[in-house]
T-cell receptor
Framework: GIQVEQSPPDLILQEGANSTLRCNFS?????LQWFHQNPWGQLINLFY???GTKQNGRLSATTVATERYSLLYISSSQTTDSGVYFC????????FGAGTTVTVRA | NAGVTQTPKFQVLKTGQSMTLQCAQD?????MSWYRQDPGMGLRLIHY???????DQGEVPNGYNVSRSTTEDFPLRLLSAAPSQTSVYFC??????????????FGPGTRLTVL
């Protein structure tokens, strides 16, 4: 199956800092999504982004499908951004990366 | 729309007991799937369904059964629970079918402990 690698595994930020999370994948894909899992375990859809760039408030994402990677940008981080960020690929049966655990300190 | 709903939210079982985790969606999605999440890991696919009457195995299917008699419901059955099945279970759905738009939507999860 498709391999998904996320980096870094852990990220500690001071409130207000910017950061970039990376997702590398081993094969071409039709679907790529970014999720945020909050401290209560809820999975929140951030982006559906098989290619191109999207922005939603302080978050944006870019997927370069031909080079098999996607980036998630967090700007002006807030404590509510803490949690685990997953990228997941493929169609109706997603393959998940191991996630990046983000801790934002006040 | 309620989206994807799961019941129960929490469950404790003894080894050898059976139970069914319920999942329902009201978005008329063709595709539904079950994942499990273990501590410090991403989600792993257990079973999935591409439509009513059609199911298939995912990455970690052993110990679980599924059926899809309606578009809306996709229950997951544990026939004889084992401590290794202690996990958080997520159900997901996506439109799929005639469209290539396959954004997945997840339920709130069921936290299962097997003693």
């Amino acid at each position: 199956g498709i391999q998904v690698e996320q980096s870094p595994p852990d990220l500690i930020l001071q409130e207000g800092a910017n950061s970039t999370l990376r997702c590398n994948f081993s094969d071409s894909v039709n679907n790529l999504q970014w999720f945020h899992q909050n401290p209560w375990g809820q999975l929140i859809n951030l982006f559906y982004i098989p290619s191109g760039t999207k922005q939603n408030g302080r978050l944006s994402a870019t997927t370069v499908a031909t080079e098999r990677y996607s980036l998630l940008y967090i700007s002006s981080s807030q404590t509510t951004d803490s949690g685990v960020y997953f990228c997941a690929l493929d169609d109706y049966k997603l393959s998940f990366g191991a996630g990046t655990t983000v801790t934002v300190r006040a | 729309n309620a989206g994807v709903t799961q019941t129960p939210k929490f469950q404790v079982l003894k080894t050898g007991q059976s139970m069914t985790l319920q999942c329902a969606q009201d978005m008329n999605h063709e595709y539904m799937s079950w994942y499990r999440q273990d501590p410090g890991m991403g989600l792993r696919l257990i079973h999935y369904s591409v439509g009513a009457g059609i199911t298939d195995q995912g990455e970690v299917p052993n110990g679980y059964n599924v059926s899809r008699s309606t578009t809306e419901d996709f229950p997951l059955r544990l026939l004889s629970a084992a401590p290794s099945q202690t996990s958080v279970y997520f159900c997901a759905s996506s439109y799929g079918a005639v469209s290539s738009y396959n954004e997945q939507f997840f339920g709130p999860g069921t936290r299962l402990t097997v003693l």
